[in-house]
């Protein structure tokens, strides 16, 4: 498998779910390779108990292994991620992201949040020996509107990120699949602006 995108929010219904649904089905409607795992389907004991031998547990991490970019969404609890995304990682080997790229995407009630990504998250990935941690994705939930019967839907601000997402998840491939180091990715404006897909809620 190329991607598996992993959900850690405990909650069915949640804001960082969807985003991450829209993303990997941007990702396959571009032609690319996705798994998933909810964490929250995870057993919740042999999790806790970091039982690594659990045969759930060594799938999941063995799909993470298999994996050339992982993409990993959260909320934000109290300036940090969530606990279900923290015990799935405490169960991965200390290289268990080694090679591999990885962007996080996160939500939380306010953009003091944001920061979450960078000062609790990135640390634990980069210790976890990821060969590169994209730009995080922060969404405020003002951004996303839930509809029960239809998909979420983002304001302009958010959806042009999610496309710089996608764009830098395939940039990431691309390089990954010709053997090239990678290096820091920008994406000029211009192809931003050409290649945005702009989703806006309604006033």
């Known amino acids: 498998m190329s991607i598996l995108t992993l959900s850690g929010s405990p909650s069915v219904q949640s804001?960082?779910?969807h985003l991450l649904a829209h993303l990997r089905s941007e990702?396959?409607?571009a032609g690319e390779r996705t798994s998933h795992i909810d964490l929250r389907e995870l057993p919740a004991g042999p999790l806790l108990a970091a039982r690594v031998d659990d045969p759930a547990i060594a799938g999941a991490a063995r799909a993470v292994a298999e994996a050339q970019v992982v993409v990993l969404a959260t909320p934000v609890y109290k300036a940090a991620y969530s606990g279900l995304l923290k015990a799935f990682l405490d169960v991965l080997p200390q290289t268990g992201l080694r090679d591999k790229v990885v962007l996080p995407i996160a939500t939380g009630g306010s953009l003091a949040h944001a920061?979450?990504?960078d000062y609790a998250l990135r640390p634990v990935l980069s210790a976890l020996g990821s060969r590169q941690i994209l730009p995080g994705i922060f969404a405020v939930d003002q951004q996303i509107e839930i509809d029960g019967t239809?998909?979420?839907?983002f304001d302009a601000t958010l959806a042009l990120r999610l496309e710089e997402g996608v764009l830098r998840v395939r940039e990431a491939l691309a390089r990954a699949r010709i053997d090239v180091p990678l290096e820091v990715i920008s994406i000029p404006p211009a192809q931003r602006?050409?290649?945005a897909v702009v989703r806006r809620c309604p006033a």
């Open 150 to 153: 239809q998909p979420a839907r």
């Open 27 to 29: 990702l396959e409607a």
């Open 193 to 195: 602006a050409a290649r």
């Open 15 to 17: 804001r960082s779910g």
């Open 115 to 117: 920061l979450a990504i």
